[in-house]
T-cell receptor
Framework: AQTVTQSQPEMSVQEAETVTLSCTYD???????LFWYKQPPSRQMILVIR??????QNATENRFSVNFQKAAKSFSLKISDSQLGDTAMYFC????????????FGKGTLLTVNP | EAEVAQSPRYKITEKSQAVAFWCDPI?????LYWYRQILGQGPELLVQ????????DSQLPKDRFSAERLKGVDSTLKIQPAELGDSAMYLC???????????FGDGTRLSIL
């Protein structure tokens, strides 16, 4: 089975500091998409950032940026100037094509931002 | 911003009973998904619709689970009979097309007693 691996079950960071969450994946597809989703406690899953595999430039959304290493199949998320509201479960996900597109999630990283 | 609506938010029922969840996707979104999320894990796809047609139900336990999207808009997921192992969060998501980002609802937290 093609998997998405998040090797850090839990992480913590001090407010205003920078933190990086890791994700690796495997796929046999040439065209695919990668996402980071955020799920705060008891709240809905929200899209943080997306990356198309055919784009070499790393995606950036305000304080959130990714380091996409296609050859290494690595897709890490960097959060700068961490805020208390960033406390959440973060899921890395891969959307692969083929006969139909399917979104596969990692097991998640619980990030706690400490004041 | 338009959202995916789900109801109920919480459901507690006894094993062997029937339970149903409802989802209304963002207007205009052709693709609708039902996921099951066990506590501490990522969501796993149960069924995917393109308009009113099922395009992937390979992970749906068809002996007890059913899903429909009759008019290609809102959708219902049913479990009959419910088992203890069905306790989980059930998430609905929708996207404009299948290769576009998915937008999630708040989910239904199901507890089977």
């Amino acid at each position: 089975a093609q998997t998405v691996t998040q090797s850090q079950p839990e992480m913590s960071v001090q407010e205003a500091e920078t933190v990086t969450l890791s994700c690796t994946y495997d796929t046999s597809e040439s065209n695919y998409y990668l996402f980071w989703y955020k799920q705060p406690p008891s709240r809905q899953m929200i899209l943080v950032i997306r990356q198309e595999a055919y784009k070499q430039q790393n995606a950036t959304e305000n304080r959130f940026s990714v380091n996409f290493q296609k050859a290494a199949k690595s897709f890490s998320l960097k959060i700068s100037d961490s805020q208390l509201g960033d406390t959440a479960m973060y899921f890395c996900a891969r959307l692969s094509g083929g006969s139909n597109y399917k979104l596969t999630f990692g097991k998640g990283t619980l990030l706690t931002v400490n004041p | 911003e338009a959202e995916v609506a789900q109801s109920p938010r919480y459901k507690i029922t006894e094993k062997s009973q029937a339970v149903a969840f409802w989802c209304d996707p963002i207007s205009g979104h052709a693709t609708l998904y039902w996921y099951r999320q066990i506590l501490g894990q990522g969501p796993e796809l149960l069924v995917q619709f393109q308009d009113e047609s099922v395009v992937d139900d390979s992970q749906l336990p068809k002996d007890r689970f059913s899903a429909e999207r009759l008019k290609g808009v809102d959708s219902t997921l049913k479990i009959q009979p419910a088992e203890l192992g069905d306790s989980a969060m059930y998430l609905c998501a929708s996207s404009l097309e299948e290769n576009q980002p998915q937008h999630f609802g708040d989910g239904t937290r199901l507890s089977i007693l």
